[in-house]
């Protein structure tokens, strides 16, 4: 797991300088990157959008709509399956991490801008989540729920059972840390970022599709990125 973040205020100008230095690493590699993290280390401040964001972890960039960033044990972790289902189900992460494994390579896509080319995601799919709660025939869509107390997204039950839309719980090999919303998080690989959850606490089918946290502030429903995430290169193992 990569170590938690020390909340450190920093300032809107230097902010916005430490952003374009990060945003450079994506582009050009990995050296700027593992600069700041021997030199300035993981830093949380707001930006200027009213985010607080969490620079650097890697090639990402981190955002949280909350004032910290949450943290959950896997021992302690629990996905709650509920809403229109045949049976409400808690799943700890031994039983979540026993379901069929799926990994994925794919590009990561935020709204903003900024990508992160050939991720590679390892989890389960959530149509094997969804088929172990069992669906009613009632249910339309699929709302998710953050332990972080104030997100919330939401995708169709036919966009929910495509093949490319995890519940993930390793990033690139490792465990999924706490920044990038472990144990467990969503991720709808054909998506915007926003779209993917972190911090998955609770999946909740729904008769219709409820807007999420950035759907009320004016963001798309569907969250399509294009047809550069519609690669067919997932493996199950």
Not at 201 to 215: C, F, K, M, R
Request: glycine fraction near 10%.
């Amino acid at each position: 797991m990569e170590p938690e973040a020390r909340q450190t205020a920093i300032g809107r100008r230097v902010f916005l300088g430490m952003a374009a230095f990060a945003a450079t690493g994506v582009v050009f590699g990995t050296q700027i990157q593992g600069w700041l993290e021997r030199n300035v280390g993981p830093v949380l401040a707001r930006d200027p959008t009213g985010l607080l964001a969490l620079l650097p972890i890697g090639r990402f960039r981190i955002y949280t709509v909350t004032s910290d960033l949450p943290s959950r044990s896997r021992a302690e972790y629990r996905l709650h399956v509920r809403g229109l289902v045949e049976r409400e189900t808690v799943l700890t992460f031994d039983e979540l991490s026993a379901l069929p494994r799926t990994r994925l390579r794919r590009d990561f896509q935020c709204v903003t801008g900024w990508r992160v080319p050939d991720v590679e995601w390892a989890g389960v799919r959530l149509s094997e989540v969804l088929d172990r709660a069992g669906v009613k025939p009632e249910a339309g869509a699929v709302r998710f729920v953050s332990f972080d107390g104030a997100y919330s997204e939401s995708l169709t039950l036919a966009q929910a059972r495509r093949h490319d839309v995890l519940v993930a719980y390793e990033l690139q090999g490792s465990p999924l840390s706490s920044e990038h919303g472990g144990p467990a998080r969503l991720y709808v690989a054909p998506m915007y970022g926003y779209k993917s959850c972190k911090w998955l606490d609770t999946i909740e089918l729904t008769a219709q599709v409820e807007p999420g946290y950035w759907e009320h502030r004016g963001y798309d429903v569907d969250g399509w990125v294009g047809h550069s995430n519609h690669r067919s290169d997932d493996t199950t193992s």
